[in-house]
């Protein structure tokens, strides 16, 4: 069952006490979202390492990308890894040398999916940072393992 999303503050006077004491609280991460933020964090890895077979292994197939108006569906690793090549090297081309978090927000989670909002940046090899852009990534468990499921981009900000 999915946690309740937590009130903003500005709303918390109007949400019922009884309500508000189901939430989990910040410094209390359930185990499924320490699992989930772990599969982000491996996904991210891969990619800055390269290793196009590595980066594959961190999704869950069929794995979906909706970005610049498009949606993109892999069926599979080796499609996923034959697809992305000349993506990674036109990345790289472009002076790009590794990515990272900004920011992570869970703000959706079950024991076997989670929504995460995620903003990266991407950086040159002098670690100035190029751009950044907001994203959310679906996160789900198949037979015990997490991976990405799908991402949804948006345009740099």
Do not use: K
Request: proline share 7%; aromatic share 8%.
């Amino acid at each position: 069952m999915p946690r309740p999303c937590r009130p903003q503050p500005a709303l918390e006077a109007a949400v019922p006490a009884d309500t508000r004491a189901h939430e989990t609280p910040a410094h209390d991460t359930p185990a499924h979202e320490a699992a989930a933020r772990a599969a982000l964090d491996a996904f991210l890895d891969a990619l800055n390492s390269r290793d196009l077979t590595a980066w594959a292994r961190t999704l869950h197939y069929p794995h979906v990308r909706v970005h610049e108006g498009e949606v993109t569906v892999w069926e599979d690793e080796a499609g996923y890894v034959e697809r992305s090549t000349p993506e990674l090297a036109l990345l790289v081309d472009s002076g790009w040398a590794r990515s990272g978090w900004e920011s992570v927000e869970l703000s959706q989670s079950s024991p076997d999916q989670v929504h995460a909002l995620v903003r990266f940046a991407r950086y040159d090899a002098a670690g100035e940072r190029t751009g950044s852009f907001d994203s959310v990534y679906v996160l789900t468990r198949r037979s015990e393992r997490w991976g990405v499921l799908a991402r949804i981009g948006f345009p740099a900000v």
